[in-house]
């Protein structure tokens, strides 16, 4: 499954970023081969929108999952629209979430787990 | 008498003093025989009817267009995505999704849409409530808890209160759009300022905004003390007048906390206010 995880570096090793819109990094990666690649979030600095526009940009980039801390209700609309699964509450370092994902240790998020804004 | 002045009563810092001064001002105009008429702007908590105790009467909402996609017209093309700048509307996956509350209504992606998909609809973002409090035409503007864009409400506020010889406006705090949006088209900006150092700061920040729009202004000094020149001295550095200096005042600040008008109730008030609203004609030039 090709799944997008919110990190606050550009390596596997590299601790989960919590915030979805504003995060610093997507690791890309696929769970079947583990190639992954790091794509910088250029809406980490956008005024409004980010969660809207981090989903558009998640979907481009083609990934059925999304794993990171915390959806607000703006970007969990969009990701479902996008038709992407949404797993919030990751913690720890980005191999650490993504083996747990292969593995079906992780529970869909059914709704946002925050409002806008939360930080 | 004054003919068709329009003065907005803004501020840097919040709680400075707007309110008071306007309300005062609007009802130290009304004694003197002036057609007046005060325009709260302050949207997002308008309070000037708190002091002035108007008979409400007409109310009428207002409303942005946003964006309502037909889905039977649309080829989920993304077209209306990439021109929005507020992420209000998106194509995810063929699908259209709009964020109503995201739009700014510049109806861009109705024009960009290549198969006519996009019409707009209204929504509400508040009301426009008029009445009369003695002799003073009141307005205000009351923005729907929740809601983030005030602009379009202040416009509407603003031109629900065209008539009246002098139109007192009272602005919201800040430098920021609402703020920019209520001076626009004034005459005259009286800057509220207290003597602190924040106070000033802020100050500061509203002299630059008012100065870029072009708009002559003035400052007034709220709770004023004997031996603070913090105010005068700043003023005089960015060589801005001061109309009036109000003395710091328990009596005032009991006053406004039973939601009274000091002119009314304070002994010297009026004579500020009528020497300000003199010291504004002149500085207007008219």
């Known amino acids: 499954m090709k799944a997008a995880v919110t990190s606050s570096g550009q390596n596997l090793e590299s601790h989960l970023d919590p915030r979805f819109g504003r995060c610093s990094w997507f690791i890309v990666a696929d769970t079947e081969t583990g190639e992954y690649r790091a794509v910088s979030n250029e809406q980490i600095n956008s005024v409004q929108g980010a969660g809207i526009q981090a989903a558009e940009k998640v979907s481009r980039l083609g990934v059925e999952a999304v794993i990171t801390g915390h959806c607000g209700p703006k970007a969990f609309r969009a990701l479902k629209a996008a038709g992407i699964k949404v797993y919030t509450g990751g913690q720890g370092t980005v191999a650490e979430v993504l083996d747990k994902l292969k593995r079906g240790l992780l529970e869909e998020a059914t709704s946002a787990d925050v409002e806008g804004h939360w930080m | ?286």
């Open chain 2, 1 to 286: 008498m004054a003919a068709r002045l329009t003065v907005a009563v803004a501020s840097g810092k919040g709680g400075t003093g707007k309110t008071t001064v306007s309300t005062n001002l609007a009802c130290t105009a009304a004694e003197l025989g002036y057609e007046v008429s005060y325009v709260d702007c302050d949207v997002e908590e308008p309070n000037g009817h708190l002091f002035l105790k108007p008979h409400l009467g007409r109310s009428r909402r207002v409303y942005v267009p946003v964006p309502s996609v037909d889905t039977e017209k649309c080829i989920a093309c993304g077209v209306c995505g990439d021109i929005c700048q507020y992420s209000a509307i998106t194509c995810l996956a063929g699908n259209v999704l709009t964020f109503e509350n995201m739009c700014h209504g510049c109806g861009g992606c109705q024009l960009a849409c290549p198969v006519q998909a996009i019409k707009e609809k209204g929504r509400e973002i508040g009301v426009v409530e008029e009445g009369h409090a003695g002799r003073i035409v009141f307005y205000h503007g009351r923005l729907r808890i929740g809601e983030a864009m005030s602009p379009p409400l202040i416009k509407a506020v603003l031109s629900a209160g065209e008539n009246g010889c002098l139109k007192i406006v009272d602005v919201p705090p800040g430098t920021s759009c609402p703020v920019v949006t209520a001076i626009r088209g004034a005459d005259f900006v009286v800057m509220v300022a207290e003597p602190t150092p924040f106070g000033l700061h802020d100050l500061g920040l509203a002299l630059d905004m008012v100065s870029e729009l072009r708009i002559p202004h003035a400052v007034v000094v709220n709770r004023s003390v004997p031996g603070n020149d913090l105010a005068r001295d700043f003023c005089r550095s960015r060589k801005v007048r001061v109309l009036a200096e109000i003395p710091d005042d328990r009596r005032v600040a009991e006053a406004y906390s039973r939601g009274e008008l000091a002119f009314s109730v304070v002994p010297g008030f009026r004579e500020h206010f009528e020497d300000l609203l003199a010291s504004i004609e002149r500085e207007a030039g008219r």
